[in-house]
């Protein structure tokens, strides 16, 4: 997600709930290869829908990076102080 990149991941119970189809991701049958083949021919052929979903990823990732974790928890003020 961090890198920006689309994910596809098995349509299973207990998937991540921030996976959006079509948004941030693709979902494909769980043990079927051939579902996962073709959501990946998917991602490859659709230019616009692989850039949406990296920008969305890249997005997504934000309140996770570093800076912005170091900036949430407090721990500059407590410094400061």
């Not at 920008?55 to 900036?71: G, H, T």
């Amino acid at each position: 997600m961090a890198a920006g990149k689309p994910i596809v991941v098995a349509d299973v119970i207990g998937k991540e709930a921030w996976l959006k189809p079509e948004e941030n991701c693709l979902l494909y049958e769980s043990r079927n290869s051939e579902d996962l083949a073709e959501k990946i021919s998917i991602l490859l052929n659709d230019k616009e829908l692989y850039a949406n979903m990296c920008k969305n990823n890249r997005e997504l990732a934000k309140p996770f990076e570093w800076n912005a974790i170091v900036q949430n928890s407090g721990i500059l003020e407590d410094i400061q102080n």
